[in-house]
């Protein structure tokens, strides 16, 4: 391994899902289903576009998380940074696979967790949250989307 492997967590999950991969990119990149199971936000699928994405704030984070687009292919996959409140580095990394059956397996990796330089409570408050929100949330909202 190399430093920097060494030096930072990802966070890693797939979900098969029963829904085309046109659905779940839709759930992905539209701010009006983005709201509904992550956060609000004036995401646009567009390689170098800054954004955010907003929640409530609290007295340990003020509810912004700053992104830029990275990577954007259709129904393929989408990629951005992902900071904010003293998180920085870390990216998120959708990939949608066509299945057999007409659904979509969905993985999600948020890379850059840095422990060693004080990220490890975004690393477990992540973690938690990707799990409520994609494990839970996202699954009710594509299930409402025509």
Sequence with gaps: MNDKAEDT?????ELDLPHAPAK???ALTEPALLVKWLMATDMQPLVGKAFTFKAPSSPQWDG???CEMH???????LRYSWGGGGL???VVTWTLTPTK???TLL????SGFRLAKGQARFFEGAKMGWQW??????GQVLAEVP
């Design 9 to 13: 967590q990802s966070i890693s999950m």
């Design 24 to 26: 779940v990119w839709r």
């Design 64 to 66: 912004t998380v700053s």
């Design 71 to 77: 990577e954007v292919e259709p129904h393929t996959r």
């Design 88 to 90: 920085d580095g870390t």
């Design 101 to 103: 059956t007409g659904g």
């Design 107 to 110: 993985r999600l990796e948020h």
């Design 133 to 138: 929100m994609a494990g839970q949330r996202l």
